[in-house]
């Protein structure tokens, strides 16, 4: 998921070449997916030299992979606590959520949804490493939701439940809302978030 309060985040001013090379391909990575995605743009993009590309990266693209998928996962987790932190009830901090997905939508201009769904596709059934790393990170942004419906209390194994509801209709929201280029499908949910609320 793409939310317009980290859109500053991708700054790369003074990042080492391996930051740069993992900012750069999260980037791509979910914009372009990961197979549409060459090395060599990778490393044009992010000004890295060819030979420490290699060094930084042993195992290849698929290492980048999965660390541009944990750089990714980090960076929203981060934002959704900072929603959470200026809402003062969980269904404010869920209409937040849902506002700034849709920002970031428009702002990519639809180009980015979720920064982990394409590539999970692409490797889940190829690739272990990043199956898992998306796994985790997904794992992460469930976390981070039953922190923000939790409050100032520590999270239930309910407010658990219910975030992993949440993000799976976060998803489904996010692909339809890339398909149609109208942030309809994501900013329709809050009905929905209220009356899975009502159930804590």
């Known amino acids: 998921m793409v939310i317009a309060i980290v859109a500053s985040g991708t700054e790369q001013t003074g990042l080492d070449s391996r930051e740069r090379a993992i900012e750069t391909a999260a980037s791509l990575f979910a914009g372009q997916g990961f197979v549409a995605t060459g090395l060599t743009q990778v490393i044009s993009e992010s000004g890295t030299p060819k030979g420490s590309f290699y060094f930084n990266f042993p195992g290849g693209k698929e290492e980048l992979g999965v660390e541009a998928l944990r750089r990714a996962g980090l960076r929203l987790s981060e934002a959704i606590t900072i929603l959470s932190r200026g809402a003062d009830s969980p269904i404010r901090f869920l209409r937040a959520l849902v506002d700034a997905l849709a920002a970031g939508l428009e702002a990519s201009n639809y180009a980015q949804g979720?920064?982990?769904a394409t590539v999970a596709l692409e490797t889940a059934n190829s690739s272990e490493p990043m199956r898992q790393a998306a796994r985790s990170q997904f794992e992460d942004w469930e976390k981070a939701i039953s922190a923000g419906l939790a409050g100032s209390d520590p999270p239930s194994k309910h407010d658990l439940v219910v975030a992993s509801e949440v993000l799976m209709?976060?998803?489904?929201?996010?692909?339809?809302?890339?398909?149609?280029?109208?942030?309809?499908?994501?900013?329709?949910?809050?009905?929905?978030?209220?009356?899975l609320l009502l159930r804590r």
């Open 114 to 116: 979720c920064p982990i």
């Open 169 to 195: 209709l976060l998803e489904g929201a996010l692909l339809m809302a890339k398909v149609r280029r109208e942030t309809d499908p994501v900013r329709s949910l809050v009905p929905t978030f209220e009356k």
